[in-house]
Antibody, heavy 118, light 112 residues
Framework: QIQLVQSGPELKKPGESVRISCKAS????????MNWVKQAPGDGLKWMGW????????RHADDFEQRFVFSLETSASTAYMQINNLNIEDTAAYFC???????????WGQGTLVTVSS | DIVMTQSPSSLAVSAGETVTINCKSS????????????LAWYQQKPGQSPKLLIY???TRQSGVPDRFIGSGSGTDFTLTISSVQAEDLAIYYC????????FGAGTKLELK
């Protein structure tokens, strides 16, 4: 069955970096883009961007440029998101979710909680 | 960017009631090429990932109970839950996928 399994929770200090992984199984990895969604505590869902799993080309939402790096390890059917220069406002759950371009999000990872605290 | 406005932000209901959640987009989500509305609805329970309920504004995802009904076109959309069950208590989000992606702020369904 189709699964997206994310890495575990992270506790980081301001200024540090974090890399979250999302391992896909049950489908052809390169058939779907991988999207990333942020959910701050008590807040709603914010689309951060996607990565084209065929070309590796990322597309960032306006609020998530610069510090947010999307990457792939296609041979391992795994997508990564790295957040550099963390700040307190980055404390959130981050979800990966697959979709063909212009389609909805039918499959989601379980979420990775990133806590940024001094 | 397309802005999605949901209302109400919260709703207190009793089991068995019918509820309506509204979602308005800042521009039309109806694509003339296929006459489909690029609007989806999700349900999220505490500590869980969002779950897709509806896509193309009114098509239920496989396995979703038929008490969940999506309707609307253009810029105005509605999610109706008939005969609410205790298991339906959650936050509901609309999402446009017409131009990248944007979510509404969510509607929290609570027990009265």
């Amino acid at each position: 069955q189709i699964q997206l399994v994310q890495s575990g929770p992270e506790l980081k200090k301001p200024g540090e970096s974090v890399r979250i992984s999302c391992k896909a199984s049950g489908y052809i990895f390169t058939d779907y883009a991988m999207n990333w969604v942020k959910q701050a505590p008590g807040d709603g869902l914010k689309w951060m961007g996607w990565i084209n799993t065929q070309t590796g080309k990322p597309r960032h939402a306006d609020d998530f440029e610069q510090r947010f790096v999307f990457s792939l390890e296609t041979s391992a059917s795994t997508a990564y998101m790295q957040i550099n220069n963390l700040n307190i406002e980055d404390t959130a759950a981050y979800f990966c979710t697959r979709a063909k371009f212009g389609y909805w999000f039918a499959y989601w990872g379980q979420g990775t909680l990133v806590t940024v605290s001094s | 960017d397309i802005v999605m406005t949901q209302s109400p932000s919260s709703l207190a209901v009793s089991a068995g009631e019918t509820v309506t959640i509204n979602c308005k987009s800042s521009q039309s989500l109806l694509y003339s090429g296929n006459q489909k509305n690029y609007l989806a609805w999700y349900q999220q329970k505490p500590g869980q990932s969002p779950k897709l309920l509806i896509y193309w504004a009114s098509t239920r995802q496989s396995g979703v109970p038929d008490r969940f009904i999506g309707s609307g076109s253009g810029t105005d959309f509605t999610l109706t839950i008939s005969s609410v069950q205790a298991e339906d208590l959650a936050i509901y989000y609309c999402q446009q996928f017409f131009d990248t992606y944007t979510f509404g702020a969510g509607t929290k369904l609570e027990l009265k």
